[in-house]
T-cell receptor
């Protein structure tokens, strides 16, 4: 079955450490997205990518980085510059004209 | 800039009662509107979407929503609540020109079903 796979499901970061969250999709979607979810805050857009080798900052990109070397993959790195990284991170993809986004099951990042 | 307001962070209804979750949006262009549902520690699942055409949209699990341009609203309803409907619900809007921009989400409404 087609879908979006996020790994790991739970991740712990030490102070000063960079961590990378994986997102893979086999839906053949062009666009991919990363959102951060905090309790009571809804989802906020971190980065998005419309095509391979191109991506744009969302509303809260500071302290994060991404790459899009393959259509299927859109990994997110949470850098040490992100001072409050504890959150639930959701990856999504879409067929651009349709706009409806399909989501993975998320990665929960915590600080040790 | 687009924005979404969901009235009520928590809504409680009895099993079998009408479910009404409210969503108002602001958009400078005709919007695409969405409702998503999220169960604990899971991703979001699309319930329904409005793009163009018929203003009453039917979705999965018996939910429907009506787009009212004059009221800038897109409220979600279900005639009879079931225990399995207990979850977090998010309204979202897209007005990006090419359609590839991210969605703007409301802060969510937690639906509680009383037995």
């Amino acid at each position: 079955d087609g879908g979006i796979t996020q790994s790991p499901k739970y991740l712990f970061r030490k102070e000063g450490q960079n961590v990378t969250l994986s997102c893979e999709q086999n839906l053949n979607h062009d666009a991919m997205y990363w959102y951060r979810q905090d309790p009571g805050q809804g989802l906020r857009l971190i980065y998005y990518s419309q095509i391979v080798n191109d991506f744009q900052k969302g509303d809260i990109a500071e302290g994060y980085s991404v790459s899009r070397e393959k259509k299927e993959s859109f990994p997110l790195t949470v850098t040490s510059a992100q001072k409050n990284p504890t959150a639930f991170y959701l990856c999504a993809s879409s067929i651009v004209p349709e706009r409806a986004q399909h989501f993975g099951d998320g990665t929960r990042l915590s600080i040790l | 800039a687009q924005s979404v307001t969901q009235l009520g962070s928590h809504v409680s209804v009895s099993e079998g009662a009408l479910v009404l979750l409210r969503c108002n949006y602001s958009s400078s262009v005709p919007p695409y509107l969405f409702w998503y549902v999220q169960y604990p520690n899971q991703g979001l699942q699309l319930l329904l979407k409005y793009t163009t055409g018929a203003t009453l949209v039917k979705g999965i699990n018996g939910f429907e929503a009506e787009f009212k341009k004059s009221e800038t609203s897109f409220h979600l309803t279900k005639p009879s609540a079931h225990m399995s409907d207990a979850a977090e619900y998010f309204c979202a809007v897209s007005e990006g020109g090419g359609g590839a921009d991210g969605l703007t989400f409301g802060k969510g409404t937690h639906l509680i079903i009383q037995p």
